[in-house]
């Protein structure tokens, strides 16, 4: 990402135009370098142009002398290399976050899924008949539920007595036995009780009914998912076995399968005494035994398994948020920029690890991608005279061109071909020549235009010389002759005079290609023929020969190296010299030279990926081999690997999923998909939206090369993804579908390239063997055994378990089980050999025919002794749970903090970003639990009371009807909503008053603890965190346990500490390592270590040139090493010690000499975001000339730097941009920078902190700068937003402008109130005018009166009597209607409606008076109207000022100015005074009003109908865009019950008037709009 000043070109090299790259593990950079003259080129052009140890700028001319290492020895620019590195981070992060997460995979395999595109057209009695089907099977399923549901919670809470029962038994036996054994038995009985914790596994029956009706239910649940999205979507049918789904939908509860008895089975378990021999060897023996249990398990051992693991197959899928298990650990593998697809290799890498970047081709940042040869030559040439290395000769140049070429093969080049004549003899133009083109270019013009080099009629033309040839009637280039003919002559000859010359062919060394001139003439005489020739060529006098000869030819002959015709004794054909140019084409290509043969360079040519960034480059070698048009004579590997697909999700080992058997090659080789969720059916979806959507020759695959991910186009027409695998021949590829398995042998054409967004999911065919068996043969499987084997699984839905883990390069071994929903699952291996079709291994034999035995009695006999007892369990590998305190919590409302301070467990509560985050001691949940109670208790006995809530008081708040401890944030206003701070979380919360109560005093505290992460900063320069890192912390930090540490003990909050978090591989991970990984947060800069002085007493605010006498007056430092021994050899340095932060404490500067009130003339200096102008009067101007001179000369050398406490500094001394020293006012302290406010200038910045020292210059000189505020007018919002800053700026910085001083500040250092005039107009005024803030209406007109200043011009005696038009007659406001009393009914007429609670009445009253001023104002409109030209348009448009505008049906009415709505075309916003709607109109359709029609009120109103109001619910339809709490429905429905006779009466007219209507009935309006649910009474 690059900073606002930066251009986007900034990393672009501006000679070649490739981009800068950073070097990798195994791939060489292209680094921006500095010259001495201050140019910036890449490695590469630098390398080309290097001649002999020395450099000519391409820009300057200038000569550079190249250090010892050559153009690598060059300074490197820094500046680029950071914005390149920083936004290659930004592109992983945005990777990583967009990317698409794993999801279900697909059910069926292209093979098996052809479906003809009529398959999809359903008819509508089909859809209709599964609808119906469905929607039955949903019923029934849905009572299915409710009845395992019942058994479920009937099961469980009965296990749940029954285990609570045998506890307590067992507890009293325990009990009973260990009061015998005294003080010894007693850890002995204290373990026994942590053991019955897992009691329910001795209830092997229960939990394997339970267990039973689990999976069952699960199964529903997934089948009614299903279900309900065919519902939704008939088309998804195809996708999924439906007669499975409605077989699962259907089948009945049945309660004979589910054992309800095996609950009241007991364990047999109970506690024996054994005495004998006690006091001989004090050895007790305590054993439970298993007394004859008749507890039969009817379920199979490994359905103790399958609970476990589906339990954890369930939860693999999971995305912890609380955990931190997907931070990656502390060194994350790096991307291999040559190997993309080594990151896609482990699908079970760390979430947060970067994601390799789309490679990004150079080229594709030059201005144009087709460079085309005419870009070469320019239209109006400018006269340019070579110098430099342009002077040199061309045997020279072409060797150092060829050197460079050949010295390092892996350098490459952008070039343009420009002729072709085999792939074996081409010639090509380097982009990065362009620029010495331009300048050949521009001086062949030159010479061309004069006459000294046109031919005479003395020339001869010979073979071999260098003449100008005129190419496309617009440029002249330079060429050679290879031919001559003369007239009535058949063969070449050598030389010819130029009026002889019939034609010749020419070689343009410039650009390849060789052409035929023919010279024709109207009449044979020398002159014509003279002129005809001097069209067409131009000789080249000797002298300008040696000075082109400088330049040396621009087009370089190339070779592909190793490549040979397809047919050796044919040569090249004319296919591949069109496929050639074909796939080159005009566009820049990347040139690799291999090697040189004679006067050719061996290269390979590679086209640029344009499309998209995943795409592989086309090497022009390979593919002219592939289309079999050549071959290689001695191949070469550039080892460049496409982009892979991530491997398939394997199952866990012993984990019972459902799948797919997609395809089988045979029992060891066939593939499976796991069923998931449908999300593969999406991304076939989009795959077939998309890839049918494109045009034949978009995304094409030219040359695809073993292993590159695409998208193949199968049997039936759709698109898949695929992968190649190997190349038949015939322009034909063998693919492997990754999302099934099979394999395909497709035309080339049937090939697209895959976008980078169906990367995201990994392959979904997992490569699976069948566990277990063998061939009966022991070598190949029988056509008889496959068969069978497909018949079982092919295309079926069955149960999978995988035996074990394997690498991803071999077959998964798995188990497959067949069955119904309540069928027994059976072993598909098992059937093959009962078949006789395989046989077991060994292994499994011997497992087979092993009887199970019983299991033997469980036995609890701890050792006596504590140690011993502690070195068995550490022996056995398991953890000893530490006995419980059972004691009652002692309170500690206020968090305590133990001795140790490395390592505390903790859990973080809230997060707001890397430098505050919450955290409370995991060892306080039964204190936090304690507290809350008391809190509860404490609240119930109070009764409610008015409270004046104010900043930072303790109170219990009822939180989601949890009562915790909070503490007020801010201020209660009448809002009566307070911002609570949770004390025992951290984070806020706004609820309302009513749910605070006073906090005891005996309660207050808190256990959660404000945390900032040590030794990191913000990246950027920026004082505050990115979104981005606050984000990311506060996802993974939210609610996870880690460990902490504490740096610095401080009784300031938040408290600096290192955080850590475990990751999934169980490695704790640093917090802040991680941040830093991520390049969210830079490490902070960690002071010099220095030895600490006893004679270091200097403070910060000591004059340096005291502390330069006293350093003179200082004794010499004594060595503790002789002087000899320090010369000779480095002495052991002393244990280093930081020198701990001085505290120092600073005053402020005095405040600054307020003005008088009245007119004053003042410089503006800085404007702050908060809208306070800053500005200094005509004597601070001089006193700050005065001052600034003053500070440099007082000022000689720079104090001494120490570490400070900044907490207690106000006034501080600034070094500024310029070097120079201002007074400054600290304001806060960001990590290394801190944000000072220079108090004579009033500009505020971030500097370093090094720039900032603790003292005060000129004390006794007051601040200059005096902070003002505009009066009478308030900010739009609030607040001043950016574009009132900024126009503010725009109008008063750095200008002399008039300032009436309205009020004074209480306190000196407050804003004065001013009153500011630019060229005698109001900046309050502006401001209004521009909608950045509005008038105060608190404030009354009269108790101020601003005054203009007064006019600065000159009086002119200037008579403007003629120049004046008739004055416009000001009109007053108009006569609103008299209203009723309150309570009184009265008729109305609604003339507009704005909401349905908003609209314009128009009161009818049954006086003959009204009756007579209503005929009367609509005669004196319709006379108005007859004769409205008379009327003169409207001149001053003041605000709500009287006019008569025009309305759509032609005709004037009435209205009142609102506001100006444009500018450009002049637009005024106005308001029908009698029927309330409003309209834009232009000046034109504006006329003055005539004064007698203000004596007649206005006929509409505007009031709020009272009663009801919109719906809290938000509203899916339309709704009205300027009121979106409203819809378009409730409007309609109001305007049809408006429409019958309405009564009105008047509830309130303060602060607005309020009215309730009434209908014919005499009941409220607005009541069916309430039952109807478009609205919700008030």
């Given at each position: 990402?690059?900073?606002?000043?930066?251009?986007?070109?900034?990393?672009?090299?501006?000679?070649?135009?490739?981009?800068?790259?950073?070097?990798?593990?195994?791939?060489?950079?292209?680094?921006?370098?500095?010259?001495?003259?201050?140019?910036?080129?890449?490695?590469?052009?630098?390398?080309?142009?290097?001649?002999?140890?020395?450099?000519?700028?391409?820009?300057?001319?200038?000569?550079?002398?190249?250090?010892?290492?050559?153009?690598?020895?060059?300074?490197?620019?820094?500046?680029?290399?950071?914005?390149?590195?920083?936004?290659?981070?930004?592109?992983?992060?945005?990777?990583?976050?967009?990317?698409?997460?794993?999801?279900?995979?697909?059910?069926?395999?292209?093979?098996?899924?052809?479906?003809?595109?009529?398959?999809?057209?359903?008819?509508?009695?089909?859809?209709?008949?599964?609808?119906?089907?469905?929607?039955?099977?949903?019923?029934?399923?849905?009572?299915?539920?409710?009845?395992?549901?019942?058994?479920?919670?009937?099961?469980?809470?009965?296990?749940?007595?029954?285990?609570?029962?045998?506890?307590?038994?067992?507890?009293?036996?325990?009990?009973?036995?260990?009061?015998?054994?005294?003080?010894?038995?007693?850890?002995?009985?204290?373990?026994?009780?942590?053991?019955?914790?897992?009691?329910?596994?001795?209830?092997?029956?229960?939990?394997?009914?339970?267990?039973?009706?689990?999976?069952?239910?699960?199964?529903?649940?997934?089948?009614?998912?299903?279900?309900?999205?065919?519902?939704?979507?008939?088309?998804?049918?195809?996708?999924?076995?439906?007669?499975?789904?409605?077989?699962?939908?259907?089948?009945?509860?049945?309660?004979?399968?589910?054992?309800?008895?095996?609950?009241?089975?007991?364990?047999?378990?109970?506690?024996?005494?054994?005495?004998?021999?006690?006091?001989?060897?004090?050895?007790?023996?305590?054993?439970?035994?298993?007394?004859?249990?008749?507890?039969?398990?009817?379920?199979?051992?490994?359905?103790?398994?399958?609970?476990?693991?589906?339990?954890?197959?369930?939860?693999?899928?999971?995305?912890?948020?609380?955990?931190?298990?997907?931070?990656?650990?502390?060194?994350?593998?790096?991307?291999?920029?040559?190997?993309?697809?080594?990151?896609?290799?482990?699908?079970?890498?760390?979430?947060?690890?970067?994601?390799?970047?789309?490679?990004?081709?150079?080229?594709?940042?030059?201005?144009?991608?087709?460079?085309?040869?005419?870009?070469?030559?320019?239209?109006?040439?400018?006269?340019?005279?070579?110098?430099?290395?342009?002077?040199?000769?061309?045997?020279?140049?072409?060797?150092?061109?060829?050197?460079?070429?050949?010295?390092?093969?892996?350098?490459?080049?952008?070039?343009?071909?420009?002729?072709?004549?085999?792939?074996?003899?081409?010639?090509?133009?380097?982009?990065?020549?362009?620029?010495?083109?331009?300048?050949?270019?521009?001086?062949?013009?030159?010479?061309?235009?004069?006459?000294?080099?046109?031919?005479?009629?003395?020339?001869?033309?010979?073979?071999?010389?260098?003449?100008?040839?005129?190419?496309?009637?617009?440029?002249?280039?330079?060429?050679?002759?290879?031919?001559?003919?003369?007239?009535?002559?058949?063969?070449?000859?050598?030389?010819?005079p130029v009026t002889q010359l019939a034609s010749l062919r020419v070689f343009f060394p410039d650009y390849g290609f060789t052409k035929s001139i023919t010279i024709q003439s109207e009449k044979e005489a020398a002159e014509s023929l003279l002129k005809a020739v001097n069209n067409h060529l131009r000789k080249v006098a000797e002298s300008v020969s040696v000075e082109l000869n400088n330049f040396a030819p621009q087009a370089v002959r190339c070779s592909l190296k190793d490549l040979v015709p397809?047919?050796?004794?044919?040569?090249?054909?004319?296919?591949?010299?069109?496929?050639?140019?074909?796939?080159?084409?005009?566009?820049?290509?990347?040139?690799?030279?291999?090697?040189?043969?004679?006067?050719?360079?061996?290269?390979?040519?590679?086209?640029?990926?344009?499309?998209?960034?995943?795409?592989?480059?086309?090497?022009?070698?390979?593919?002219?081999?592939?289309?079999?048009?050549?071959?290689?004579?001695?191949?070469?590997?550039?080892?460049?690997?496409?982009?892979?697909?991530?491997?398939?999700?394997?199952?866990?080992?012993?984990?019972?999923?459902?799948?797919?058997?997609?395809?089988?090659?045979?029992?060891?080789?066939?593939?499976?998909?796991?069923?998931?969720?449908?999300?593969?059916?999406?991304?076939?979806?989009?795959?077939?939206?998309?890839?049918?959507?494109?045009?034949?020759?978009?995304?094409?695959?030219?040359?695809?090369?073993?292993?590159?991910?695409?998208?193949?186009?199968?049997?039936?027409?759709?698109?898949?993804?695929?992968?190649?695998?190997?190349?038949?021949?015939?322009?034909?590829?063998?693919?492997?579908?990754?999302?099934?398995?099979?394999?395909?042998?497709?035309?080339?054409?049937?090939?697209?390239?895959?976008?980078?967004?169906?990367?995201?999911?990994?392959?979904?065919?997992?490569?699976?063997?069948?566990?277990?068996?063998?061939?009966?043969?022991?070598?190949?499987?029988?056509?008889?055994?496959?068969?069978?084997?497909?018949?079982?699984?092919?295309?079926?839905?069955?149960?999978?378990?995988?035996?074990?883990?394997?690498?991803?390069?071999?077959?998964?071994?798995?188990?497959?089980?067949?069955?119904?929903?309540?069928?027994?699952?059976?072993?598909?291996?098992?059937?093959?050999?009962?078949?006789?079709?395989?046989?077991?291994?060994?292994?499994?034999?011997?497992?087979?025919?092993?009887?199970?035995?019983?299991?033997?009695?469980?036995?609890?006999?701890?050792?006596?002794?504590?140690?011993?007892?502690?070195?068995?369990?550490?022996?056995?590998?398991?953890?000893?749970?530490?006995?419980?305190?059972?004691?009652?919590?002692?309170?500690?409302?206020?968090?305590?903090?133990?001795?140790?301070?490395?390592?505390?467990?903790?859990?973080?509560?809230?997060v707001n970003s890397p430098s505050s985050f919450y955290v409370r001691l995991t060892n306080s949940d039964r204190q936090l639990k304690r507290i809350c109670e008391l809190v509860k208790q404490e609240c119930a006995l109070m009764e409610p009371q008015e409270v004046v809530w104010k900043a930072d008081m303790y109170c219990a708040a009822n939180i989601n009807g949890v009562w915790e401890r909070g503490r007020i944030c801010s201020d209660v206003t009448s809002s009566n909503t307070a911002e609570v701070r949770r004390c025992d979380h951290g984070n806020k919360v706004k609820i309302h008053v009513s749910n605070l109560y006073p906090l005891p005093s005996s309660l207050i505290g808190s256990l959660a603890m404000e945390c900032t992460l040590n030794d990191i900063r913000p990246t950027g320069g920026r004082s505050t965190w990115t979104d981005t890192a606050c984000d990311l912390i506060s996802y993974y930090l939210t609610g996870a346990s880690a460990l902490m540490t504490i740096?610095?003990?401080?009784?300031?909050?938040?408290?600096?500490?290192?955080?850590?978090?475990?990751?999934?591989?169980?490695?704790?991970?640093?917090?802040?390592?991680?941040?830093?990984?991520?390049?969210?947060?830079?490490?902070?800069?960690?002071?010099?270590?220095?030895?600490?002085?006893?004679?270091?007493?200097?403070?910060?605010?000591?004059?340096?040139?005291?502390?330069?006498?006293?350093?003179?007056?200082?004794?010499?430092?004594?060595?503790?090493?002789?002087?000899?021994?320090?010369?000779?050899?480095?002495?052991?340095?002393?244990?280093?010690?930081?020198?701990?932060?001085?505290?120092?404490?600073?005053?402020?500067?005095?405040?600054?000499?307020?003005?008088?009130?009245?007119?004053?003339?003042?410089?503006?200096?800085?404007?702050?975001?908060?809208?306070?102008?800053?500005?200094?009067?005509?004597?601070?101007?001089?006193?700050?000339?005065?001052?600034?001179?003053?500070?440099?000369?007082?000022?000689?050398?720079?104090?001494?730097?120490?570490?400070?406490?900044?907490?207690?500094?106000?006034?501080?001394?600034?070094?500024?941009?310029?070097?120079?020293?201002?007074?400054?006012?600290?304001?806060?302290?960001?990590?290394?920078?801190?944000?000072?406010?220079?108090?004579?200038?009033?500009?505020?910045?971030?500097?370093?902190?090094?720039?900032?020292?603790?003292?005060?210059?000129?004390?006794?000189?007051?601040?200059?700068?005096?902070?003002?505020?505009?009066?009478?007018?308030?900010?739009?919002?609030?607040?001043?937003?950016?574009?009132?800053?900024?126009?503010?700026?725009?109008?008063?910085?750095?200008?002399?402008?008039?300032?009436?001083?309205?009020?004074?500040?209480?306190?000196?250092?407050?804003?004065?109130?001013?009153?500011?005039?630019?060229?005698?107009?109001?900046?309050?005024?502006?401001?209004?005018?521009?909608?950045?803030?509005?008038?105060?209406?608190?404030?009354?007109?009269?108790?101020?009166?601003?005054?203009?200043?007064?006019?600065?011009?000159?009086?002119?005696?200037?008579?403007?009597?003629?120049?004046?038009?008739?004055?416009?007659?000001?009109?007053?406001?108009?006569?609103?209607?008299?209203?009723?009393?309150?309570?009184?009914?009265?008729?109305?007429?609604?003339?507009?409606?704005?909401?349905?609670?908003?609209?314009?009445?128009?009161?009818?009253?049954?006086?003959?008076?009204?009756?007579?001023?209503?005929?009367?104002?609509?005669?004196?409109?319709?006379?108005?109207?007859?004769?409205?030209?008379?009327?003169?348009?409207?001149?001053?448009?003041?605000?709500?000022?009287?006019?008569?505008?025009?309305?759509?049906?032609?005709?004037?009415?009435?209205?009142?100015?609102?506001?100006?709505?444009?500018?450009?075309?002049?637009?005024?916003?106005?308001?029908?005074?009698?029927?309330?709607?409003?309209?834009?109109?232009?000046?034109?359709?504006?006329?003055?009003?005539?004064?007698?029609?203000?004596?007649?009120?206005?006929?509409?109103?505007?009031?709020?109908?009272?009663?009801?109001?919109?719906?809290?619910?938000?509203?899916?339809?339309?709704?009205?865009?300027?009121?979106?709490?409203?819809?378009?429905?409730?409007?309609?429905?109001?305007?049809?019950?408006?429409?019958?006779?309405?009564?009105?009466?008047?509830?309130?007219?303060?602060?607005?008037?309020?009215?309730?209507?009434?209908?014919?009935?005499?009941?409220?309006?607005?009541?069916?709009?309430?039952?109807?649910?478009?609205?919700?009474?008030?």
């Amino acid at each position: 990402m690059m900073d606002k000043g930066d251009s986007p070109s900034a990393a672009i090299c501006k000679l070649c135009g490739n981009a800068f790259k950073l070097p990798e593990d195994k791939t060489d950079g292209n680094l921006p370098r500095i010259l001495a003259c201050g140019h910036i080129f890449c490695t590469n052009c630098l390398a080309s142009i290097e001649c002999e140890g020395a450099i000519r700028c391409p820009d300057c001319e200038f000569w550079a002398t190249l250090p010892e290492g050559g153009v690598n020895g060059l300074q490197e620019e820094s500046r680029i290399i950071g914005l390149i590195y920083t936004a290659e981070m930004n592109q992983i992060k945005s990777l990583r976050c967009n990317g698409p997460k794993v999801c279900q995979k697909n059910r069926t395999s292209p093979r098996a899924s052809t479906i003809s595109n009529s398959d999809f057209v359903k008819q509508p009695a089909d859809i209709e008949k599964i609808e119906k089907t469905v929607d039955e099977s949903l019923v029934q399923a849905a009572e299915n539920l409710a009845q395992l549901e019942n058994i479920y919670e009937a099961l469980t809470a009965d296990l749940a007595e029954q285990v609570k029962r045998e506890r307590t038994r067992l507890e009293m036996e325990l009990t009973q036995a260990s009061n015998k054994a005294v003080h010894m038995i007693q850890k002995w009985k204290d373990t026994q009780l942590n053991q019955l914790k897992k009691m329910e596994t001795h209830f092997p029956s229960g939990r394997a009914v339970v267990s039973h009706v689990q999976e069952r239910i699960k199964a529903l649940e997934i089948a009614m998912q299903m279900a309900r999205e065919i519902r939704r979507v008939p088309f998804l049918e195809q996708y999924c076995i439906l007669d499975k789904v409605l077989e699962t939908l259907q089948t009945p509860v049945d309660h004979k399968a589910i054992d309800l008895k095996c609950i009241a089975e007991g364990t047999g378990m109970s506690c024996v005494f054994q005495s004998d021999n006690v006091s001989q060897c004090l050895t007790l023996s305590l054993k439970m035994e298993a007394c004859g249990s008749n507890a039969v398990i009817k379920q199979p051992a490994g359905n103790h398994q399958s609970d476990d693991s589906i339990k954890s197959s369930s939860r693999k899928h999971v995305k912890y948020r609380n955990g931190f298990s997907n931070l990656p650990s502390s060194k994350p593998d790096k991307w291999e920029p040559e190997s993309p697809g080594a990151s896609r290799s482990s699908p079970q890498g760390t979430h947060l690890a970067p994601k390799p970047a789309p490679r990004i081709s150079s080229f594709s940042d030059l201005g144009s991608p087709d460079v085309i040869i005419e870009e070469f030559f320019d239209d109006n040439p400018e006269p340019v005279t070579p110098t430099g290395p342009e002077m040199a000769n061309i045997e020279w140049r072409t060797q150092r061109r060829r050197k460079c070429h050949l010295r390092d093969k892996k350098f490459t080049h952008w070039v343009v071909v420009t002729h072709v004549v085999n792939p074996s003899h081409f010639y090509v133009r380097y982009v990065a020549e362009k620029k010495e083109s331009e300048v050949l270019s521009r001086k062949i013009n030159e010479l061309c235009v004069g006459e000294g080099c046109q031919f005479t009629l003395g020339d001869t033309m010979e073979r071999g010389s260098m003449i100008f040839v005129k190419w496309k009637d617009v440029v002249w280039c330079r060429a050679t002759v290879v031919e001559v003919f003369q007239k009535s002559c058949v063969k070449a000859v050598k030389a010819c005079p130029v009026t002889q010359l019939a034609s010749l062919r020419v070689f343009f060394p410039d650009y390849g290609f060789t052409k035929s001139i023919t010279i024709q003439s109207e009449k044979e005489a020398a002159e014509s023929l003279l002129k005809a020739v001097n069209n067409h060529l131009r000789k080249v006098a000797e002298s300008v020969s040696v000075e082109l000869n400088n330049f040396a030819p621009q087009a370089v002959r190339c070779s592909l190296k190793d490549l040979v015709p397809y047919n050796l004794t044919e040569g090249w054909s004319e296919e591949a010299k069109a496929e050639f140019c074909c796939v080159v084409g005009s566009a820049a290509v990347e040139m690799r030279p291999l090697g040189q043969d004679k006067d050719s360079l061996l290269v390979d040519l590679r086209k640029a990926p344009m499309e998209q960034s995943t795409d592989v480059p086309i090497s022009v070698r390979e593919y002219l081999v592939f289309i079999e048009v050549a071959r290689f004579y001695s191949p070469v590997t550039l080892g460049r690997k496409p982009l892979m697909y991530y491997p398939p999700v394997y199952p866990e080992a012993s984990a019972e999923l459902d799948a797919v058997v997609s395809h089988i090659n045979s029992l060891s080789d066939f593939y499976i998909q796991l069923v998931d969720n449908m999300e593969s059916l999406l991304l076939s979806a989009k795959l077939q939206d998309y890839y049918s959507a494109l045009k034949d020759d978009e995304f094409r695959v030219y040359c695809p090369v073993i292993g590159q991910a695409c998208v193949a186009r199968f049997e039936d027409k759709l698109w898949y993804r695929a992968q190649v695998i190997s190349h038949p021949g015939g322009r034909k590829v063998e693919v492997r579908y990754v999302d099934f398995g099979n394999k395909q042998v497709l035309s080339v054409s049937d090939l697209r390239k895959i976008k980078d967004e169906f990367f995201a999911l990994p392959a979904m065919a997992v490569h699976c063997c069948l566990a277990d068996v063998t061939p009966l043969d022991g070598e190949s499987w029988s056509e008889a055994c496959t068969k069978r084997f497909i018949s079982l699984a092919h295309q079926q839905l069955v149960t999978v378990k995988a035996k074990g883990k394997v690498p991803k390069t071999e077959p998964l071994p798995l188990g497959v089980f067949v069955g119904g929903v309540n069928e027994p699952k059976t072993s598909i291996a098992e059937l093959l050999a009962n078949e006789n079709l395989v046989c077991f291994k060994e292994s499994k034999q011997r497992t087979k025919n092993k009887k199970p035995s019983r299991p033997d009695s469980t036995v609890w006999d701890p050792p006596l002794e504590p140690g011993a007892a502690a070195a068995k369990a550490e022996a056995s590998g398991h953890v000893t749970v530490e006995e419980q305190n059972n004691d009652p919590v002692e309170l500690q409302p206020q968090l305590k903090l133990p001795d140790q301070r490395k390592d505390l467990k903790v859990m973080v509560t809230h997060v707001n970003s890397p430098s505050s985050f919450y955290v409370r001691l995991t060892n306080s949940d039964r204190q936090l639990k304690r507290i809350c109670e008391l809190v509860k208790q404490e609240c119930a006995l109070m009764e409610p009371q008015e409270v004046v809530w104010k900043a930072d008081m303790y109170c219990a708040a009822n939180i989601n009807g949890v009562w915790e401890r909070g503490r007020i944030c801010s201020d209660v206003t009448s809002s009566n909503t307070a911002e609570v701070r949770r004390c025992d979380h951290g984070n806020k919360v706004k609820i309302h008053v009513s749910n605070l109560y006073p906090l005891p005093s005996s309660l207050i505290g808190s256990l959660a603890m404000e945390c900032t992460l040590n030794d990191i900063r913000p990246t950027g320069g920026r004082s505050t965190w990115t979104d981005t890192a606050c984000d990311l912390i506060s996802y993974y930090l939210t609610g996870a346990s880690a460990l902490m540490t504490i740096k610095e003990e401080a009784d300031e909050h938040p408290l600096p500490v290192t955080l850590s978090c475990s990751n999934r591989m169980g490695e704790y991970i640093s917090i802040a390592d991680f941040l830093v990984d991520e390049g969210l947060a830079f490490r902070e800069r960690k002071p010099k270590v220095q030895k600490p002085k006893e004679t270091d007493t200097q403070t910060p605010a000591t004059d340096p040139e005291s502390c330069e006498k006293e350093r003179s007056n200082s004794p010499p430092p004594v060595s503790p090493f002789p002087p000899t021994q320090a010369a000779s050899t480095p002495p052991k340095p002393f244990p280093r010690s930081i020198v701990t932060a001085e505290k120092v404490k600073t005053s402020m500067y005095n405040p600054p000499e307020l003005p008088c009130p009245g007119h004053i003339l003042i410089n503006v200096s800085a404007i702050g975001d908060d809208g306070v102008i800053y500005a200094r009067t005509q004597s601070a101007e001089y006193q700050l000339e005065q001052l600034k001179e003053g500070i440099q000369k007082s000022i000689k050398t720079l104090p001494r730097q120490k570490p400070y406490t900044w907490k207690s500094v106000q006034g501080c001394a600034v070094i500024g941009p310029d070097m120079l020293w201002y007074r400054g006012q600290l304001l806060e302290l960001l990590g290394g920078h801190v944000k000072v406010q220079y108090v004579d200038y009033g500009l505020v910045e971030n500097i370093p902190v090094v720039h900032v020292y603790p003292m005060l210059l000129c004390v006794e000189v007051p601040q200059l700068c005096i902070p003002c505020q505009l009066f009478g007018i308030n900010p739009v919002g609030g607040k001043w937003q950016r574009d009132g800053v900024a126009l503010m700026r725009e109008v008063l910085l750095n200008r002399s402008v008039d300032m009436q001083v309205v009020a004074l500040p209480a306190e000196p250092r407050g804003a004065v109130t001013v009153e500011i005039f630019l060229d005698g107009m109001s900046l309050s005024r502006i401001l209004c005018h521009n909608e950045h803030a509005s008038m105060d209406g608190a404030l009354s007109k009269k108790s101020l009166v601003v005054t203009p200043p007064a006019s600065l011009l000159d009086v002119w005696d200037i008579s403007t009597e003629s120049l004046m038009g008739p004055e416009e007659p000001v009109l007053g406001s108009f006569v609103s209607p008299n209203l009723p009393l309150e309570g009184e009914h009265f008729e109305v007429r609604v003339t507009h409606l704005w909401t349905p609670n908003e609209m314009f009445l128009w009161p009818l009253k049954d006086t003959a008076d009204s009756e007579m001023m209503d005929d009367s104002l609509d005669e004196a409109l319709t006379r108005i109207n007859a004769d409205i030209t008379s009327l003169p348009r409207l001149t001053s448009f003041p605000y709500g000022g009287p006019c008569l505008a025009e309305y759509s049906d032609g005709k004037y009415y009435r209205a009142r100015l609102m506001k100006f709505t444009s500018i450009e075309p002049l637009m005024i916003l106005v308001q029908h005074v009698d029927f309330g709607s409003d309209d834009s109109l232009p000046t034109s359709k504006l006329r003055q009003m005539p004064p007698e029609l203000l004596l007649f009120p206005t006929r509409a109103i505007k009031v709020k109908v009272a009663g009801f109001k919109a719906p809290s619910v938000e509203w899916h339809g339309d709704v009205l865009p300027y009121c979106p709490v409203w819809s378009v429905k409730a409007v309609m429905e109001m305007t049809d019950l408006l429409h019958n006779n309405i009564t009105a009466t008047v509830i309130s007219r303060e602060p607005e008037l309020k009215v309730q209507l009434f209908n014919e009935d005499r009941e409220l309006v607005h009541l069916p709009l309430v039952n109807s649910g478009l609205a919700e009474l008030d």
